[in-house]
């Protein structure tokens, strides 16, 4: 293979590359074969094993996609008789073939990923092997967000001389792991290709790349997650595994078509983020109790509400923990199954196959449960078998998207769903939102302005009214965010819930029958005296748990005070 002496050179790189091109273009049209800018192309590292890498080098000649039996060659002169043996040998194969004339440059880009394959990152169903001694090293490199950046910065500097996407998505991963990242996002804009991680439910830039290397990075991200390579038009979901120490972890991938390429999410499903139990969702002690007593009861229905990413998931999981038990039989149907639990039947929707929340629940009903997890309910004959089940002997939990605790009740009735049979079925109606906790090493005071300190004054009093055990009384500094290595330069460090629920007694009955609206249920369940989230939140504020600004993201800090 021909390389440029000078290529070192930005601007002769890209002049030597243009004319490789162009000469490319030349040939292709003596030859009345197709050219192809092969750099902007993906490539398929099942088409690469069809010919070994030393022939594929001597004959300057390489399979770069496969489909069945219809195989794409690359090669950059099609009268040399090594590629013409090549393509005889394919052929012998009943394989049908296509081929394109590439520039010396564009073959030297596809077969650099020959190295891919003789990694040693194995690919078996679906599992990629990642060695503990790599990720021990990834674990000591990598103290912030900063290291992550120079490793890949410096991996991707030297793509175009070795490849090694594999060891990128390596990186991409552990550092997903090392900073406890819940989702790795891989989006095409118009120049360069955008890696974010979500922290604590907050996306944080890690840094922009080539083009180039996302071809290829998806390309091997396609075919680990067991998704066609071939197909950027359409959305599709695939998954795989990583082993991680003594631990197998899950990767839901997902790519969708945009403007600029395909966007990718990698949802990582680390067990150890989710392993919560009841009694560390960072409940106060009196609403604990309430929800203890609901949850060990023998029916009932119990709705947690709140937007995708609120922690209702982890919330319901705790519950099944804290009541498992071999006497009781659980079924859940869910969307998708995020966490294997031990001992509890977890079966999961497939709209495809016809399996949906509502026929998930009434073959669930025929296996003789005693308590009931579903996902989600979505629909009016979901929400009536599911209220119907919790009157006849069943332990029911699901989620419903309300803003609040009191929106359960009118959104049960909006659909249909007798008023009276609600009143028996609820038992309880959970809210919850995740906000980040401040960083205990960089967290600095501040005096907040006269508009926060009369709001926060206002519900702290509302608070005292309910709660006067829990509610601070004075308070003179909130805490503001700054950033530090040990919390990834983002000012906060984990999440705690902020919470609020009304259970079903006399007063929210004789509520719920009159077609009520949310502040009507708020008021009738005031003498239940539990605060509700803008309180609970306000409260971790003053006492430098987490800070204005996070409180006010995730809720309305300013609506009216009942």
């Given at each position: 293979?021909t390389?440029?002496?000078?290529n070192n050179d930005p601007q002769?790189?890209?002049?030597?590359?243009?004319?490789?091109?162009?000469?490319a273009?030349?040939?292709?049209?003596?030859y009345?074969?197709p050219?192809?800018?092969?750099s902007?192309t993906s490539?398929?590292?099942?088409?690469?094993?069809?010919v070994?890498?030393?022939?594929?080098?001597?004959a300057?000649?390489?399979?770069?996609?496969v489909?069945?039996?219809?195989?794409?060659?690359?090669?950059t002169s099609?009268n040399?008789?090594e590629?013409?043996?090549i393509?005889?040998d394919?052929?012998?194969?009943?394989?049908?073939l296509k081929?394109?004339v590439v520039?010396?440059p564009?073959?030297e880009?596809?077969v650099v990923?020959?190295?891919?394959i003789n990694?040693?990152?194995?690919?078996?169903a679906?599992?990629i092997?990642?060695?503990?001694e790599?990720?021990?090293?990834y674990?000591?490199?990598f103290?912030?967000?900063t290291?992550?950046y120079?490793?890949?910065k410096?991996?991707?500097?030297l793509?175009d001389?070795k490849g090694g996407?594999?060891?990128?998505?390596?990186?991409?991963?552990a550092g997903?792991?090392v900073?406890?990242a819940s989702d790795v996002?891989?989006?095409?804009e118009k120049?360069q290709i955008?890696?974010r991680?979500?922290?604590?439910g907050v996306?944080q830039d890690i840094?922009?790349f080539s083009?180039?290397?996302?071809l290829?990075l998806i390309a091997r991200?396609?075919?680990v997650?067991?998704?066609?390579?071939?197909?950027?038009q359409?959305s599709?979901?695939?998954r795989?595994?990583?082993?991680?120490?003594?631990e197998?972890?899950?990767?839901?991938?997902?790519?969708?078509?945009?403007?600029?390429g395909?966007?990718?999410v990698m949802?990582i499903l680390?067990p150890k983020?989710?392993?919560?139990?009841?009694?560390k969702l960072?409940i106060e002690?009196?609403?604990?109790?309430?929800f203890d007593r609901?949850?060990h009861?023998?029916?009932?229905?119990?709705?947690?509400?709140?937007p995708t990413?609120s922690?209702?998931t982890t919330?319901l999981?705790?519950?099944?923990r804290?009541?498992?038990?071999p006497?009781?039989?659980?079924?859940t149907?869910?969307?998708?199954?995020?966490?294997?639990?031990?001992?509890?039947?977890?079966?999961?929707?497939?709209?495809?196959k016809?399996?949906?929340f509502?026929?998930?629940l009434?073959?669930g009903?025929?296996?003789?449960p005693?308590i009931?997890l579903i996902g989600e309910?979505r629909?009016?004959?979901t929400?009536?078998?599911?209220?119907?089940s919790?009157?006849t002997?069943?332990?029911?939990?699901?989620?419903?998207?309300?803003n609040?605790?009191?929106?359960a009740?009118?959104?049960l009735?909006d659909l249909?769903?007798?008023?009276?049979?609600i009143?028996?079925?609820?038992t309880?109606?959970?809210?919850?939102?995740?906000?980040r906790?401040?960083?205990?090493f960089?967290?600095?005071?501040?005096?907040p302005?006269?508009?926060e300190?009369?709001?926060i004054?206002?519900?702290l009093?509302?608070?005292?009214?309910?709660?006067p055990?829990?509610?601070?009384?004075s308070?003179?500094?909130v805490y503001k965010?700054?950033g530090?290595d040990?919390?990834?330069k983002?000012?906060?460090k984990?999440?705690?819930?902020?919470?609020?629920?009304?259970?079903?007694?006399?007063?929210?009955?004789?509520a719920?029958?009159k077609?009520?609206?949310?502040?009507?249920?708020?008021?009738?369940?005031?003498?239940?005296n539990?605060m509700?989230?803008?309180?609970?939140g306000?409260i971790?504020?003053?006492k430098?748990?987490?800070?204005m600004?996070?409180?006010?993201?995730?809720i309305d800090?300013?609506e009216?005070i009942?």
């Amino acid at each position: 293979m021909t390389t440029s002496p000078l290529n070192n050179d930005p601007q002769i790189k890209e002049l030597w590359q243009k004319e490789a091109e162009d000469l490319a273009l030349t040939l292709a049209k003596r030859y009345q074969l197709p050219y192809l800018d092969i750099s902007k192309t993906s490539i398929n590292t099942d088409a690469l094993r069809l010919v070994p890498e030393k022939d594929a080098l001597k004959a300057q000649t390489v399979p770069f996609n496969v489909n069945g039996k219809n195989v794409s060659i690359a090669l950059t002169s099609p009268n040399r008789p090594e590629s013409l043996a090549i393509i005889e040998d394919l052929k012998n194969k009943n394989l049908i073939l296509k081929i394109f004339v590439v520039s010396e440059p564009g073959f030297e880009s596809v077969v650099v990923q020959y190295a891919d394959i003789n990694k040693s990152v194995k690919v078996r169903a679906g599992l990629i092997d990642i060695s503990n001694e790599k990720i021990v090293e990834y674990v000591e490199k990598f103290k912030n967000i900063t290291d992550i950046y120079d490793e890949l910065k410096k991996e991707m500097e030297l793509f175009d001389k070795k490849g090694g996407v594999s060891t990128i998505l390596e990186i991409i991963l552990a550092g997903g792991l090392v900073t406890e990242a819940s989702d790795v996002h891989i989006e095409p804009e118009k120049e360069q290709i955008r890696l974010r991680y979500r922290l604590d439910g907050v996306l944080q830039d890690i840094l922009d790349f080539s083009p180039k290397i996302f071809l290829q990075l998806i390309a091997r991200l396609k075919l680990v997650s067991g998704m066609k390579i071939n197909i950027k038009q359409m959305s599709q979901d695939g998954r795989f595994s990583i082993e991680y120490g003594n631990e197998e972890i899950e990767i839901r991938s997902s790519v969708i078509p945009s403007a600029y390429g395909e966007s990718v999410v990698m949802r990582i499903l680390n067990p150890k983020t989710i392993n919560m139990t009841f009694g560390k969702l960072g409940i106060e002690k009196e609403l604990y109790k309430v929800f203890d007593r609901e949850i060990h009861k023998p029916n009932g229905m119990i709705l947690l509400t709140g937007p995708t990413g609120s922690g209702k998931t982890t919330t319901l999981y705790s519950f099944l923990r804290e009541i498992n038990s071999p006497e009781s039989k659980i079924i859940t149907i869910e969307d998708p199954i995020e966490y294997h639990l031990e001992g509890i039947n977890q079966t999961q929707v497939n709209r495809k196959k016809g399996y949906t929340f509502l026929s998930g629940l009434r073959s669930g009903l025929r296996q003789d449960p005693d308590i009931i997890l579903i996902g989600e309910i979505r629909d009016s004959e979901t929400a009536k078998i599911a209220t119907q089940s919790s009157l006849t002997g069943h332990l029911v939990f699901s989620s419903l998207h309300t803003n609040n605790a009191q929106g359960a009740i009118p959104r049960l009735i909006d659909l249909g769903v007798n008023a009276k049979i609600i009143t028996s079925a609820l038992t309880l109606s959970i809210a919850q939102r995740l906000l980040r906790k401040l960083c205990e090493f960089c967290k600095e005071p501040y005096d907040p302005v006269e508009s926060e300190k009369k709001m926060i004054e206002d519900v702290l009093a509302a608070a005292r009214k309910k709660r006067p055990d829990l509610v601070p009384e004075s308070w003179d500094k909130v805490y503001k965010s700054v950033g530090c290595d040990k919390c990834h330069k983002t000012g906060y460090k984990g999440r705690e819930g902020v919470f609020e629920a009304i259970y079903m007694d006399d007063a929210v009955a004789a509520a719920a029958i009159k077609n009520p609206s949310e502040k009507d249920i708020k008021i009738a369940a005031l003498p239940q005296n539990i605060m509700d989230m803008r309180q609970d939140g306000i409260i971790k504020v003053v006492k430098g748990i987490t800070t204005m600004y996070e409180l006010g993201r995730i809720i309305d800090l300013y609506e009216e005070i009942i």
